[in-house]
């Protein structure tokens, strides 16, 4: 078995670095590696897109997509990427993903020590240099209040499209309109804090909106039908 050959193994099986050496080193042993093979050729197989990284006290993060891209001998065409921002209690992430899933996800921010929160996002935004770039963002619900600027709970008007009014509950299934939210002013409309990004480059797809909006249509079916 030749280099390229091993390395190809190595990530038909996704290997880890260590899982790797292991590998090489063990069919080496039973004389099944071409005499120029290296073992040792994973140990520093990242070196090469570790200066595309760099590492502040809680992030780790790309700080050069182009040169990145250029790296992997790609042009980077923003429209043809969403980046993806997640978070939870414990970490927050952010993935370019490409549009049509012909290339390979790249994360280009990591942390395991901050929250989804609206200071750890603009940093986060920040420190990727999502202003150059202007991706459009694919995200959950909280990610969109978040970088909307919206109140987290307890909210008047909870959704970041349109006015509707949450605790106008005799009119939730009878009106089907509710006034477009269109403009941005903070302390108007529960907005808290100034939007992260511009309105255009929100991008949207969630599982978890789908479901809410599933469960609404079937409430104002049982309404309907007074069951
Ligand atoms: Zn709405």
Redesign the pocket.
């Known amino acids: 078995m030749n280099q390229l050959a091993l390395n190809d193994l190595c990530r038909d099986f996704n290997l880890s670095k260590e899982k790797s050496e292991l590998l090489a080193s063990r069919l080496q042993e039973r004389g099944y590696l071409e005499s120029e093979t290296k073992v040792t050729y994973f140990r520093n197989r990242s070196k090469q897109f570790e200066q595309y990284f760099s590492k502040t006290d809680d992030f780790c993060y790309c700080n050069n997509v182009n040169a990145m891209f250029a790296a992997f001998g790609e042009n980077h065409n923003s429209d043809e990427w969403r980046i993806f921002i997640d978070g939870s209690k414990y970490s927050v992430k952010a993935v370019l993903l490409h549009k049509g899933n012909k290339e390979p996800s790249i994360p280009i921010g990591h942390s395991t020590k901050v929250k989804e929160t609206y200071e750890t996002m603009k940093e986060l935004l920040k420190l990727i240099d999502y202003s150059s770039c202007n991706w459009k963002i694919c995200c959950d619900l909280n990610v969109v209040a978040i970088l909307t600027g919206l109140q987290g709970g307890y909210t008047k008007y909870s959704?970041?499209?349109?006015?509707?009014d949450s605790r106008a509950d005799e009119k939730h299934f009878t009106q089907r309109e509710?006034p477009k939210?269109n403009d941005h002013v903070v302390g108007k409309s529960n907005v808290l804090k100034t939007a992260l990004v511009e309105k255009k480059q929100r991008y949207f797809s969630n599982i978890a909106h789908k479901t809410r909006a599933n469960e609404k249509f079937c409430q104002s079916f049982s309404k309907k039908s007074g069951k």
């Open positions: 959704c970041f499209l349109c006015l509707w509710w939210r």
